[in-house]
């Protein structure tokens, strides 16, 4: 069972939406226990909270930031208007779209070589 827990949106006050997702399960000697969330159940529950085009990211924080209040709960911050630096989509892999991706990897290799001069 997804155990969900959404903020109502509050980006005039914080500047982030957030959404905290673990996952409830009974074990064979019916006790209750906690797992991590999968990546299929935190698309799940983006889909649920955001728009598919909206950027929703999870955050690995430095370690003197860490906090873990809630085990195996995995979080989804979005901020205010949702406009923030994303990496080129050919950075993470192909899209199966040789053109597109050529292109962006073109863009990128630019504008790569431009920051650097």
């Not at 209040?69 to 994303?86: I, Q």
Request: charged residues 25%; glycine residues 6%.
């Amino acid at each position: 069972m997804l155990r969900v827990v959404a903020a109502p949106p509050a980006p005039n006050v914080t500047g982030w939406e957030h959404v905290s997702v673990s996952v409830a399960y009974m074990t064979s000697s019916g006790k209750r226990k906690l797992r991590t969330p999968s990546w299929e159940e935190m698309c799940e529950v983006k889909d649920i909270f955001f728009s598919k085009e909206e950027a929703v990211i999870q955050f690995h924080p430095p370690a003197s930031e860490y906090v873990n209040f809630h085990p195996h709960t995995l979080h989804l911050w979005k901020w205010g208007d949702g406009r923030f630096p994303l990496p080129d989509s050919i950075l993470v892999g192909p899209s199966g779209n040789h053109e597109k991706d050529a292109t962006q990897l073109k863009r990128y290799l630019e504008t790569e070589n431009e920051r650097r001069e």
